[in-house]
């Protein structure tokens, strides 16, 4: 978490270098450090992690809402970030979603923010590879010496990372609209109704919910290596990462593989079949789906003039 705050602290003053002034630039990213941490601090403490979203998933207010509709939505919205090449599509489209996801999904803010930390961190990584310019001679509104050559910040290279930067987050939020509030189940039935081949929907599922056994298993033997000091050095830690890693591959082949054994003692018959529920359709949905992409096209619109 720390690590995530440092380089977005770092990212944003190199975005904002040159177009604001340096201490308003020092001011905000102050702000936003001390607010990340007091959040941090309070309640960022969440069991399970990822393995915990079919959790939020299934209390998501938006969860009886049409799979199907929800899972073109979010596909089309994300299409629509990543095509429009500028930065008010992206981030109208991201506070679109986030706004569904946290105010009518009603997902926890500080759940919403943890998840949001994992994708940040690769994302600030590539903007922060787009920003520095390694360059012979001093150029640009940043310069600096790093022996026979310069690191370099230009004010084209600013202007792409913050399009590709914003984008991406806009098509995350995308992906955590549809994952916070529509069970796994509900959107492989929708694959299938969408006839996408029936044995990809299958290998889809099956792998999906072996990742999640892996988390679990190395989550337990992180915690029972960690109860038995197994992290108490340096090189105590790397033993025991290098003693997980083995013992992992293992034991989740066992767990799979009664896994498979309590599949065929339900009559497995290889096809995975779903008992779905009722989804409501209603007009407060249709104008929601149609909306948000037409608002996103508008501003499109309006910013190439």
């Known amino acids: 978490m720390i690590f995530s705050l440092l380089l977005a602290a770092l990212v944003l003053f190199l975005l904002l270098y040159g177009l604001w002034e340096t201490a308003l630039i020092g001011l905000i990213i102050v702000c936003l450090l001390f607010g990340a941490l007091l959040l941090h601090r309070g309640h960022f403490h969440h069991h399970g992690g990822y393995i915990s979203i079919d959790l939020y998933a299934q209390k998501s207010r938006l969860c009886h809402w049409h799979s199907g509709a929800k899972l073109i939505f979010c596909l089309v919205c994300a299409?629509?970030?990543?095509?429009?090449?500028?930065?008010?599509?992206?981030?109208?489209?991201?506070?679109?979603?986030?706004?569904?996801?946290?105010?009518?999904?009603?997902?926890?803010?500080?759940?919403?923010?943890?998840?949001?930390?994992?994708?940040?961190?690769?994302?600030?990584?590539?903007?922060?590879?787009?920003?520095?310019?390694?360059?012979?001679?001093?150029?640009?509104?940043?310069?600096?010496?790093?022996?026979?050559?310069?690191?370099?910040?230009?004010?084209?290279?600013?202007?792409?990372?913050?399009?590709?930067?914003?984008?991406?987050?806009?098509?995350?939020?995308?992906?955590?609209?549809?994952?916070?509030?529509?069970?796994?189940?509900?959107?492989?039935?929708?694959?299938?109704?969408?006839?996408?081949?029936?044995?990809?929907?299958?290998?889809?599922?099956?792998?999906?919910?072996?990742?999640?056994?892996?988390?679990?298993?190395?989550?337990?033997?992180?915690?029972?290596?960690a109860s038995r000091l197994g992290y108490r050095s340096p090189v105590t830690s790397l033993k025991t990462m290098l003693n997980t890693s083995f013992n992992l591959f293992f034991t989740s082949l066992r767990r799979a593989s009664g896994m498979y054994d309590a599949m065929e003692a339900r009559c497995y018959d290889g096809e995975i079949r779903f008992l779905m529920e009722d989804e409501s359709f209603d007009m407060a949905q249709v104008f929601v789906f149609l909306s948000v992409p037409a608002a996103a096209v508008l501003i499109w619109i309006m910013s190439r003039r």
């Open 79 to 225: 299409f629509i970030s990543v095509w429009a090449k500028n930065i008010y599509v992206p981030v109208f489209i991201f506070c679109a979603m986030s706004f569904l996801t946290l105010a009518l999904g009603k997902t926890p803010v500080s759940y919403y923010l943890s998840l949001l930390t994992v994708p940040a961190v690769f994302i600030l990584l590539s903007a922060l590879a787009i920003i520095i310019e390694i360059s012979p001679i001093p150029e640009g509104v940043l310069c600096l010496p790093a022996g026979s050559f310069y690191l370099c910040v230009t004010k084209a290279n600013q202007e792409k990372a913050a399009g590709i930067m914003l984008s991406a987050f806009g098509a995350v939020s995308c992906l955590y609209m549809l994952s916070l509030s529509t069970p796994i189940y509900r959107i492989f039935e929708a694959l299938r109704k969408m006839r996408l081949p029936f044995v990809v929907i299958e290998l889809m599922y099956l792998i999906y919910r072996y990742l999640f056994i892996l988390l679990e298993t190395h989550q337990n033997m992180v915690y029972s290596a």
